[in-house]
């Protein structure tokens, strides 16, 4: 069983889906054989203790072939990358794309980045035998051209696809994919994680979770300029809590996240009020949770701060950078307390952060009951999964025992 994508390079949300599944595998199939192809490949192997291979060619060979310059090696590694991806897949009964926003561009991304990588996998699945699964993923409407192309040329070639909101599947479906007799909405991987004891908030304390902005793919000619605006607004926001009084943590939900972190905490440490922030390197969504146990509001821009923040009962506000925070924040009731991160109000934000205090309880009681539902609703979701493992799996290869 192999594990593929952006994975153990710092993208928390990406690895908390990931954390999901790998233990799914170990309690339900513990004899199954695990490894991973993979952007951090040494992390998964010592996280894990499972064999791990880079997902490119050049980020593993870069350093060792330091003379040569940096574009003809990255040539030679998209070269080289669809056979690797051939001999890597060979070798599995199945292999499976763990919860990402995988057939999605509202961060940059280019078509010959992991666009390209999933096409090959997919296309190694039908020529090895191979199935390949998309369980739980993320996904937009994409503009015609060669990123759309290689998105939904994958979906088809895939064997097994589900996701985590509707918005994912009616995207797939605009686009030409075929989904309404085979593929299913299910929560989010990360409500299967395990959350840790929510204590008594400190008075006045509230999270605040940054994010490297610079919009979507078709944001590239604007990008540094929304860049600039988004951290121009969020030390407007930290400076505006910090005169109210407010102790406030800075984090981030990527490993690309902590230079703003610095930045922001730097300019606000050149205030000459005294205030109280800190700032903190999650390196798991267990991390941030664990963080978020006594605080007692979030305001948070990538999805999965969102989630992590949600997931650990606290109120929060989102300035997400796509739908499909909109939709997390919509599914928990707390639609109108949405924002997006190219254009937001840091008053009104403010504003906000006052009146979820003051429905402190009741807010935090309302997601504890939705977590309770999510958690249920993911049944399903291993059911499909073992259902589609077993039909990739030597018969004797697979004996069930219990789940998540």
Same mark, same amino acid.
Request: overall charge negative.
């Given at each position: 069983?192999?594990?593929f994508?952006?994975?153990?390079?710092?993208?928390?949300?990406?690895?908390?889906?990931?954390?999901?599944?790998?233990?799914?595998?170990r309690?339900?199939?513990?004899?199954?054989?695990v490894?991973?192809?993979?952007?951090?490949?040494?992390?998964?192997?010592?996280?894990?203790?499972?064999?791990?291979?880079?997902?490119?060619?050049? &980020?593993?060979?870069?350093?060792r072939?330091?003379?040569?310059?940096?574009p003809?090696?990255?040539?030679?590694?998209r070269?080289?990358?669809?056979?690797?991806?051939l001999?890597?897949?060979?070798?599995?009964?199945?292999?499976?794309?763990?919860?990402?926003?995988?057939? &999605?561009t509202?961060?940059?991304?280019?078509?010959?980045?992991?666009?390209?990588?999933?096409? *090959? =996998?997919?296309?190694?699945?039908?020529?090895?035998?191979?199935?390949?699964g998309? #369980?739980?993923?993320?996904?937009?409407?994409?503009?015609?051209?060669?990123?759309?192309?290689?998105?939904?040329?994958t979906?088809?070639?895939?064997? %097994?696809?589900?996701?985590r909101?509707?918005?994912?599947?009616?995207?797939?479906?605009?686009?030409?994919?075929?989904?309404?007799?085979?593929?299913?909405?299910?929560?989010?991987?990360? %409500?299967?994680?395990?959350?840790?004891?929510?204590?008594?908030?400190?008075?006045?304390?509230?999270?605040?979770?940054?994010?490297n902005?610079?919009?979507?793919?078709e944001?590239r000619p604007?990008?540094?300029?929304?860049?600039?605006?988004?951290?121009?607004?969020?030390?407007?926001?930290?400076?505006? =809590?910090?005169?109210?009084?407010?102790?406030?943590?800075?984090?981030?939900?990527? #490993?690309?996240?902590?230079?703003? #972190?610095?930045?922001?905490?730097?300019?606000m440490?050149?205030?000459?009020?005294?205030?109280?922030?800190?700032?903190?390197? *999650?390196?798991?969504?267990?991390?941030?949770?664990?963080?978020?146990?006594?605080?007692?509001? #979030?305001?948070?821009?990538?999805?999965?701060?969102?989630?992590?923040?949600?997931?650990?009962?606290v109120?929060?506000?989102?300035?997400?950078?796509?739908?499909?925070?909109?939709?997390?924040?919509e599914?928990?009731g707390?639609?109108?307390?949405?924002?997006?991160?190219?254009?937001?109000?840091?008053?009104?934000?403010?504003?906000? +952060?006052?009146?979820?205090?003051?429905?402190?309880?009741? +807010?935090?009681?309302?997601?504890?009951?939705?977590?309770?539902?999510q958690?249920?609703?993911?049944?399903?979701?291993?059911?499909?999964?073992?259902? %589609?493992?077993?039909?990739?799996?030597?018969?004797?290869?697979?004996?069930?025992?219990?789940?998540?």
């Amino acid at each position: 069983m192999g594990f593929f994508g952006i994975l153990g390079s710092g993208n928390l949300g990406n690895d908390g889906s990931l954390a999901v599944l790998v233990s799914f595998l170990r309690q339900r199939y513990p004899d199954t054989e695990v490894d991973f192809f993979a952007m951090g490949p040494g992390v998964l192997q010592s996280r894990y203790g499972a064999p791990a291979t880079s997902l490119q060619w050049y &980020e593993a060979n870069a350093a060792r072939f330091s003379a040569v310059p940096a574009p003809a090696l990255k040539a030679i590694g998209r070269l080289l990358d669809p056979l690797r991806t051939l001999t890597w897949v060979r070798g599995h009964d199945a292999v499976l794309v763990p919860g990402m926003g995988v057939l &999605e561009t509202t961060t940059p991304s280019r078509p010959w980045g992991l666009p390209l990588s999933l096409w *090959c =996998l997919a296309v190694a699945g039908r020529l090895t035998g191979a199935r390949v699964g998309l #369980v739980a993923v993320g996904a937009d409407v994409i503009s015609p051209g060669m990123t759309r192309w290689l998105i939904t040329s994958t979906a088809r070639l895939v064997h %097994f696809r589900s996701y985590r909101d509707e918005l994912s599947r009616d995207a797939m479906l605009a686009m030409g994919v075929e989904v309404a007799r085979t593929d299913s909405v299910y929560p989010d991987l990360a %409500f299967a994680l395990p959350t840790p004891a929510r204590r008594q908030p400190h008075p006045r304390s509230i999270a605040i979770g940054v994010m490297n902005f610079r919009g979507a793919e078709e944001d590239r000619p604007r990008a540094q300029e929304m860049h600039d605006r988004y951290v121009a607004g969020i030390s407007h926001l930290v400076a505006g =809590l910090l005169d109210d009084d407010w102790q406030v943590r800075l984090f981030g939900g990527d #490993v690309e996240d902590w230079a703003i #972190v610095e930045l922001i905490a730097a300019r606000m440490r050149q205030r000459p009020s005294p205030s109280v922030l800190t700032t903190h390197r *999650c390196a798991s969504m267990d991390d941030v949770m664990s963080m978020l146990v006594d605080v007692g509001l #979030v305001v948070a821009t990538r999805y999965h701060s969102v989630q992590a923040a949600l997931r650990t009962c606290v109120p929060t506000v989102a300035i997400g950078y796509a739908r499909k925070s909109d939709i997390l924040m919509e599914s928990v009731g707390l639609g109108d307390y949405c924002h997006h991160a190219a254009d937001f109000d840091v008053d009104e934000v403010i504003d906000q +952060v006052r009146r979820l205090d003051a429905q402190h309880d009741e +807010v935090a009681q309302m997601l504890a009951g939705h977590n309770e539902q999510q958690e249920r609703a993911l049944g399903p979701q291993f059911e499909a999964l073992s259902s %589609f493992l077993r039909s990739a799996a030597p018969p004797r290869a697979v004996a069930d025992g219990d789940g998540p």
